[in-house]
C-alpha cells in the first residue's frame, strides 16, 4: 500500500509540475484576453466510490482520492491524465486489506456545452494494480495482487461555480482482472463513481478566455 501511495503522490507532482508554467504565464499577462487562444487546462481532486467484484466471492465497496490533469484543444474535444486510489480495509471479512490504483489516460469529448454547463464522455486506458483476498471454502485465505493493462469508459457533468472554480460528476466502467480461490485470472466489471472539486487554469468561454 505504501508503494502505491507513493506512486500517486508522485504522479500528483508531476501533474502540478507540468500545468505551474502555464499558471505563471497566465499571471505575467495584462490587459484584454484575445478571443482566439491557445488550451485550456484545469486540475481536479475529488472522491470516489467504487463497487469492485472479487471473482467467485461478491462484491467489495471500496473509497478514495482521484486526481487529474485535462487539456482541451478544442470546443468539444481534449485530453485527460487520471490517477485513482480506492481501498478497504477488510476484503469480505478475511481481515485483509483491498485496494485498485488505476492510472489512465485518454481523449475527452464534450457533446453539450451551456455555458456554465458542459457534459463529457472519455475513453481511458492504462495501468491497473489490484490487491485483495479472496475466501476459499477450506476456511483459508488466497491473498496476491495483480498489475496488468486497464480501461475506463464513461462520463458526466460538470458545472462552473465562482471564478476558476467548477465542481464535476462522472461514472465509469473500470475493466481490471483479479484472481479467483483457486489463482486463476478473471475479469472485473469495477463501477466508479467520483465528485470532483475542479480548478481551471486556463477556461475558455463564450469564445473568450478567462484568466
Known sequence: MRNAIGFLGKLCLLVCMLVAPTLAQSRLHAGTSPAVAGPDYDLSVGYTYLKMPIPG???????????????????????????????????????????????????????????????????????????????????????????????????????????????RVNGDLVRTAFFDSAGALHPQNNLRLTVSFVYRLRNRLDGAVTR
Open 57 to 167: 466471492a461478491g462484491r467489495v465497496l471500496l473509497r478514495g482520492i482521484d486526481v487529474s490533469g485535462r487539456v482541451n484543444f478544442k470546443p468539444h474535444w481534449g485530453a485527460m491524465l487520471d490517477a485513482n486510489y480506492v481501498r478497504t480495509p477488510n476484503v469480505l471479512g478475511t481481515k485483509h486489506m483491498g485496494y485498485l490504483l488505476a492510472v489512465q489516460g485518454g481523449p475527452v469529448f464534450y457533446p453539450v456545452n451551456l455555458g456554465n454547463t458542459r457534459m463529457f464522455v472519455h475513453v481511458l486506458g492504462g495501468m491497473g494494480l489490484v490487491d485483495g483476498a479472496v475466501p476459499r471454502a477450506d476456511a483459508t485465505i488466497f491473498h496476491g495482487w495483480q498489475s496488468q493493462f486497464s480501461y475506463a469508459a464513461g462520463g458526466g457533468v460538470e458545472r462552473a461555480l465562482s471564478g476558476p472554480f467548477a465542481v
